[in-house]
T-cell receptor
Framework: DTGVSQDPRHKITKRGQNVTFRCDPI?????LYWYRQTLGQGPEFLTY????????KSRLLSDRFSAERPKGSFSTLEIQRTEQGDSAMYLC?????????????FGPGTRLTVL | AQKITQTQPGMFVQEKEAVTLDCTYD???????LFWYKQPSSGEMIFLIY??????QNATEGRYSLNFQKARKSANLVISASQLGDSAMYFC?????????????FGRGTSLIVHP
């Protein structure tokens, strides 16, 4: 399978715990994006990497959120001291640097439930 | 102000009929791109079609076409010959060129149900 993969697909945690999600983009894509999606909403941008550099961060990304892409390949998104409001689907997408319109290819998402 | 507005929370269509999903956008950029994505119940966002602001012709991809009316700032998705597998959420998105950002803004989506 050469698409974007995310792990885990589902995560249930207790409030206050830390969680980490992983995203493996399409191998030749150097751009990687994280989004959060809550019920009844479209994806909301969280952060964006070009290779290993984190180029943009949304105001939605509080201090409890951190993302890394250490070698410009896979990325991790960590949420510290989770809150019930963090419950959402976390989507990862990748895109190539070149291309006609740079559409993003999405992974299946990680659904987080904070109890 | 909302950058992407999808006014139809839900749409129903008979199998084999055509359906139009509405999308209006707000930007002061001259250069921008418009996208439509499909999200089935499995959760994965699937790219359907793209329209650039300078493209003179409406984009088409198989059964999908984008009715682009630049003066009205609308980018409606037309699905011809609906199939049961088209039942899903549909999201319109816009990427503006200003600032060199590659981050699209998504609308709230429209739920499409195709009846047999």
């Amino acid at each position: 399978d050469t698409g974007v993969s995310q792990d885990p697909r589902h995560k249930i945690t207790k409030r206050g715990q830390n969680v980490t999600f992983r995203c493996d983009p399409i191998s030749e894509h150097n751009r990687l994006y994280w989004y959060r999606q809550t019920l009844g909403q479209g994806p909301e941008f969280l952060t964006y990497f070009q290779n290993e550099a984190q180029l943009e961060k949304s105001r939605l990304l509080s201090d409890r959120f951190s993302a890394e892409r250490p070698k410009g390949s896979f990325s991790t998104l960590e949420i510290q001291r989770t809150e019930q409001g963090d419950s959402a689907m976390y989507l990862c997408a990748s895109s190539p640097q070149t291309g006609h319109h740079n559409e993003q290819f999405f992974g299946p998402g990680t659904r987080l439930t904070v109890l | 102000a909302q950058k992407i507005t999808q006014t139809q929370p839900g749409m129903f269509v008979q199998e084999k009929e055509a359906v139009t999903l509405d999308c209006t956008y707000d930007t002061s950029d001259q250069s921008y791109g418009l996208f439509w994505y499909k999200q089935p119940s499995s959760g994965e966002m699937i790219f359907l079609i793209y329209q650039g602001s300078y493209d003179e012709q409406n984009a088409t991809e198989g059964r999908y076409s984008l009715n682009f009316q630049k003066a009205r700032k609308s980018a409606n998705l037309v699905i011809s010959a609906s199939q049961l597998g088209d039942s899903a959420m549909y999201f319109c998105a816009m990427r503006e060129a200003s600032g060199g950002s590659y981050i699209p803004t998504f609308g709230r989506g429209t739920s499409l149900i195709v009846h047999p």
